[in-house]
């Protein structure tokens, strides 16, 4: 009944979708443009210490807040250390952090919210009332609150990151958990026998993957703000290491006589969380997740 | 009576472009003509082009479509380049559309009354003061019982049927020449579809318009239009007076369709039409049915028929059509596998109640009862090994919630499953044990639903065969292509997706995975309602073939209304003499696609929201109700012959003798055990 058409059928054969759907977002201005930004980031904090020009620490007193000309094509900064090597290199860190962090809260969010979106009942009803307690906080209220309890390092980041930013992905997981449950091959899958964790890990996993990736692009983004945050408080990194919030932070005394050392970081960062948003925004069309849906934390 | 041509459709192509980048035909050369006072049904398989035909007579193309070649005139003028400005006049105005499920496009914000005076307002033919009278003399037109009540209700207080009604209504506001109806009745009870059917052909005589239906369903064709034009891979294969194409049609495509419809007068299966219509731009250089014609030449390969006048009156595209006539397009189907001795009883349904009102926090911490009318109430139904029985009814009447409650998905409120000598069945899945889970399996309606979209064949079929047999590897694989084979499919489906299978495809993956697990019992809700007509003819078949295993395939029936049972008895004596009042209005209003079969409509197509708390479940809809007692007492049951039980106040000498109903045909769909 199917030899005519087939033929048809199987030439849109399925091992490609990772691959179609990259080719999506890359067929897409917002995608290509993103998806370069955030690759370009990567790479620089990856290999930014083999090709900066200058060492970080070195300071040069004869060469304080000096603007852009031909060696320090940046400037530099208060100290005269070259703010072109500290801007490469000062995204290492929370790239690293926040691209730990990220996968950690996008996992236990998500394997939270499906099992809750499955389960339903009393658990589910009390868990997401206390969700709803964590997101009506200011989140730098909870993170000062941890970092004052913990204190500052990546190993006290890492995890606080991770727990926080885990928190607003129950509720999507959940959410998409619960259009898919409602589903005839959900309820096929219960009739059969089928436990919970089976009905998770074969049924509802691949489903729901969509959306946790879209929402883990989203995370990424909000996450970098918080880090660059928390070290522009001074809870971040600290000094000497070349940080992009500590920079700001560092050279907003000159904004008036020396604007320069501000612009550098300012940019960085924001093109990169710009690349980000523009990847989840490509990601989520080509998958056809809509993005108004998604809640914003 | 017929005047002069209002529609013409002129060797009209509307094709979109491919991924490929060539451009694929969705229309091919369509030549049709509507004259003043006809009334056209376009009957066609989904893909045929049928909604895209109806939607360019009035000048209207959906996003990505571009016309190739061709006119659609209206009255003379080319509306697919006429200016957008003076379409919207004759939209509406000159030619109005009824989609499918327009009851649901009514504002839900808006009075009736109101959005009727939108639409009059709208098309500007009418003083203002001429408004209010005009409402209700529309709503009187589409036979609305009370039009000043119905004109100050919001769209959700009125039934389905209701609304469809107000929405013919709206089309009929700017007084148009001509009606488009694409599946107007899609989606209604089957009682409310003959009711709106009645409708649709009465208005058209009274109001003198054109009609153009669209369906596919030759049932709804058959009680409305005069002539019927069959669409088949977007071209017109077969045009003609509604007779002839519905009893002795002149195209082997039109004559398969004919013979896949199951119907209630014929016990035999009906006949299955293999393989699918080509997609957009691969039918070949020669006739687009040449791949399922019984009758194909070599000749018809390699040359595109013309559509030729046929001696008879009317036009068909086929290169033989006088030796068409030898297709048989009734039954000569082989009949359904026999029924007779069953064995031992396997279910015991006793006085089944299923409630689906939840206790809320507060009645919980108070210890109340929920509250409400149990949905599913003292249903007794006994299955024996190898019976088939059907659950009939309209939409709400339990049926699915009692398969739900045999497979354990929904816990009875009262009552008791016995299952195979050993007693009760518990509630809920998690309690049952794995073998009673294997040996009772459920196959879905829609098995766009039903498969999950993300696995492949084989991992859909893995599923029972690893939970149950705890099979990997090698044996897995054996054992998956074992269970393809029987449903008819290949080894090589077997990295497929869901989504790259036809809808016959897919329901056939669902019925393997159901019997991959070998049950005993299977629970089949409407499995074919969401497929084809050529289609469900093959799924029945294979569900008959498989079980040696509804009244395509039914044994018994048991008849239900707002979850209680009515009748239940052998199909036979069930289908060919309904007793009980409420299987005499279901059956009266199946549709035949016989040419001027006309529907016994009984019962009021209102639809209830609950059943009634005491006396008999069909009291407020019953046409020979008795008196008060129906509405206090429980029905009684009375015994009309063997195993052939009535729940009446009707005496049964009267119930069995009253009325004789000719024959029926096919749209109640029974289920299968």
């Known amino acids: 009944m199917s030899d005519g058409p087939a033929t048809l059928v199987a030439t849109t054969a399925r091992p490609s979708r990772i691959v179609s759907v990259i080719c999506e977002v890359l067929s897409r201005p917002s995608g290509f443009i993103g998806l370069f930004l955030v690759i370009a980031h990567v790479l620089l904090a990856l290999f930014s210490p083999i090709f900066a020009p200058f060492d970080f620490k070195a300071m040069n007193a004869n060469a304080i807040l000096s603007p852009p000309d031909a060696t320090h094509w940046l400037g530099t900064d208060q100290l005269g250390r070259d703010i072109l090597t500290r801007t490469i290199m000062g995204g290492r860190q929370a790239i690293l952090v926040t691209a730990i962090a990220t996968p950690l809260a996008v996992a236990w969010g998500g394997l939270l919210g499906i099992y809750l979106g499955l389960a339903g009942g009393r658990l589910d009803d009390i868990l997401m009332r206390v969700v709803d307690a964590f997101l009506a906080l200011p989140w730098i209220l909870k993170m000062l609150l941890m970092i004052v309890t913990f204190g500052t390092g990546v190993s006290v980041l890492i995890p606080t990151l991770a727990f926080f930013y885990g928190i607003p992905v129950i509720r999507i997981a959940r959410a998409a958990t619960q259009n898919i449950v409602a589903r005839d091959f959900v309820l096929a899958a219960r009739a059969r026998g089928h436990s919970r964790v089976s009905i998770m890990r074969k049924e509802l996993f691949g489903n729901v993957l969509d959306a946790l990736m879209v929402e883990g692009a989203m995370r990424w983004s909000w996450m970098l703000l918080a880090f660059t945050s928390l070290s522009f408080l001074g809870f971040g990194v600290s000094p000497p290491t070349p940080d992009w919030g500590l920079m700001i932070a560092d050279s907003r005394n000159f904004m008036a006589i020396a604007p320069w050392p501000a612009f550098a970081p300012v940019i960085a960062l924001s093109s990169l969380i710009i690349g980000i948003n523009l990847t989840a925004d490509a990601l989520a069309k080509a998958l056809g997740i809509d993005r108004a849906q998604a809640a914003v934390h | 009576m017929t005047g002069d041509v209002l529609i013409d459709v002129q060797n009209l192509s509307i094709g979109f472009t491919g991924r490929s980048g060539k451009l694929l035909p969705v229309l091919r050369n369509i030549d049709l003509g509507v004259r003043r006072g006809e009334t056209v049904g376009i009957v066609g398989e989904s893909g045929s082009g049928k909604s895209t035909l109806a939607l360019a007579m009035m000048g209207y193309l959906k996003h990505g479509l571009r016309v190739i070649s061709g006119r659609s005139l209206f009255d003379g003028r080319d509306l697919l380049t006429m200016p957008s400005c003076e379409l919207q006049r004759i939209r509406g105005g000159k030619i109005a559309l009824i989609p499918q499920n327009s009851g649901q496009s009514l504002s839900p914000n808006l009075r009736v009354g109101a959005q009727l005076t939108e639409a009059l307002a709208l098309h500007g033919k009418l003083a203002l003061s001429a408004f209010p009278a005009r409402v209700i003399q529309l709503l009187q037109q589409v036979r609305l019982p009370d039009p000043e009540v119905i004109a100050s209700r919001y769209p959700h207080e009125l039934s389905g049927g209701q609304q469809q009604r ?500 096919n749209a109640v769909r029974p289920h299968v055990q």
């Open chain 2, 166 to 665: 107000v929405a013919i209504a709206m089309a009929l506001a700017g007084d148009p020449e001509a009606l488009l109806l694409d599946e107007p009745t899609t989606g209604l009870d089957v009682t409310t579809q003959a009711h709106i059917l009645a409708l649709l052909s009465d208005i058209a005589v009274r109001l003198d318009k054109v009609m153009v239906y669209v369906s596919h369903d030759l049932g709804a064709i058959a009680r409305v239009c005069s002539r019927v034009v069959v669409m088949y891979a977007g071209e017109i294969v077969l045009d003609g007076d509604a007779t002839s194409v519905l009893t002795n049609p002149g195209h082997p495509y039109a004559r398969g369709l004919l013979a896949s419809i199951p119907r209630l007068g014929n016990p035999n299966l009906p006949m299955a039409l293999e393989g699918r219509p080509p997609p957009p731009g691969d039918a070949g250089p020669g006739c687009s049915f040449v791949d399922r014609c019984a009758i194909a030449e070599a000749p018809c390969r390699s040359e595109r028929p013309g559509l030729q006048p046929l001696p008879a009156g009317g036009r068909v595209r086929c290169r033989l059509p006088e030796r068409a006539g030898s297709i048989p397009t009734k039954r000569a189907g082989k009949p359904a596998s026999a029924g007779g001795s069953f064995g031992e009883p396997l279910v015991r349904l006793s006085n089944l109640a299923i409630s689906y009102a939840r206790q809320s926090l507060v009645d919980q911490l108070l210890g109340r009862k929920p509250q409400g009318v149990p949905t599913v109430d003292r249903v007794n139904i006994e299955i024996r090994q190898g019976e088939v029985i059907g659950l009939v009814g309209e939409s709400g009447s339990g049926k699915s919630t009692i398969l739900k409650a045999v497979a354990g998905l929904v816990g009875p409120a009262n009552g008791e499953i016995a299952y195979d000598r050993s007693g009760a069945l518990p509630a809920t899945v998690e309690q049952r044990r794995p073998e009673q889970l294997r040996e009772i399996q459920l196959i879905f309606q829609n098995p766009d639903e039903s498969l999950n979209p993300r696995h492949t064949i084989e991992q859909i079929l893995a599923q029972p065969l690893q939970l149950y047999f705890g099979l990997s590897g090698d044996a897995l694989r054996k054992r998956s292509i074992a269970i393809l084979e029987r449903v008819r499919l290949g080894a090589h489906y077997l990295d497929r997706l869901p989504s790259q299978l036809s809808g016959g495809e897919k329901q056939r993956v669902a019925i393997a995975r159901a019997f991959a697990a070998e049950p005993k019992l299977l629970l089949c809700d409407e499995v074919t309602s969401a497929l084809d007509v050529s289609v469900q003819a093959a799924v029945l078949d294979l569900l008959d073939q498989l079980r040696r295993d509804v009244r395509a395939l039914s044994d018994r029936v048991a008849v239900l209304y707002q979850g209680r049972l009515c009748e239940i008895g052998p199909a036979a004596a069930v289908y060919s003499r309904p007793c009980h009042p409420y299987t005499e209005a279901l059956l009266g209003a199946v549709l035949e696609p016989e040419p001027g079969a006309r529907p016994i409509l009984m019962a009021e197509d209102i639809v209830e929201l609950s059943p009634p708390a005491k006396g008999c479940p069909f009291q407020r809809r019953c046409h020979r109700k008795v008196g008060s007692i129906c509405e206090s007492t429980t029905p009684p049951q009375r015994n009309a012959g063997a195993e052939h039980v009535i729940h009446c106040h009707i005496p049964i000498g009267e119930l069995t003798s009253a009325q004789t109903v000719s024959t029926l045909g």
